[in-house]
T-cell receptor
């Protein structure tokens, strides 16, 4: 079990460019989440998948953001036409729902995005 | 709906104890506690599901009140490694057990030698 892995860890991009982040969840986990965190704040929920189905999207997720999880394995988060306000750490997390012990959610190391 | 954490910051000497509180205006399905060090991802500490529940390890434990609207994290005999920002993540009761967490604003803990 290697934990949740994210790639790239750091990305600097010019405003207006597109960026894509990849997340590989813990292998037996069927749920996958994307969160965004800015300095001094707690993580904010963006979206989540159960297997390959995207079940909820936050209103924070504008139409420039799209997430996919083909085949219920890894996931990608794409940001089109980046803006400076998109600069943040994008966190991926995964879980396996156990009705007895709950939905323990494990975070990856995060992907830092800086838009210049 | 964001839970309120208190205090916002605390400074301790090694060996001292601390309590961090997390309060919600709505009844919760679960409370999750995480510790995050600067520039790193949040690390899972524990999850509480049942009203009146208390759980944890020897020196880090947590409680969830009967009404399931407040949780406290207890750090005893603090160590330097406890330094970081502590977040509670809450799942609102009735939200469908999605695992969608709403995080508090965090409590920064600094342990000094």
């Amino acid at each position: 079990d290697t934990g949740v892995s994210q790639d790239p860890r750091h990305k600097i991009t010019k405003r207006g460019q597109n960026v894509t982040f990849r997340c590989d969840p813990i292998s037996e986990h069927n749920r996958l989440y994307w969160y965004r965190q800015t300095l001094g704040q707690g993580p904010e929920f963006l979206t989540y998948f159960q297997n390959e189905a995207q079940l909820e999207k936050s209103r924070l997720l504008s139409d420039r953001f799209s997430a996919e999880r083909p085949k219920g394995s890894f996931s990608t988060l794409e940001i089109q036409r980046t803006e400076q306000g998109d600069s943040a750490m994008y966190l991926c997390a995964s879980s396996w729902l156990d009705r007895g012990s709950g939905n323990t959610i494990y975070f990856g190391e995060g992907s830092w995005l800086t838009v210049v | 709906q964001q839970p309120v954490q208190s205090p916002q910051a605390v400074i301790l000497r090694e060996g001292e104890d601390a309590v961090i509180n997390c309060s919600s205006s709505k009844a919760l399905y679960s409370v999750h506690w995480y510790r995050q060090k600067h520039g790193e991802a949040p690390v899972f500490l524990m999850i509480l599901l049942k009203g009146g529940e208390q759980k944890g390890h020897e020196k880090i434990s947590a409680s969830f009140n009967e009404k399931k609207q407040q949780s406290s994290l207890y750090l005893t005999a603090s160590q330097l490694s406890y330094s970081g920002t502590y977040f509670c993540g809450t799942e609102i009761l009735g939200s469908g057990n999605t695992g969608k967490l709403i995080f508090g604003q965090g409590t920064t803990l600094q342990v000094k030698p």
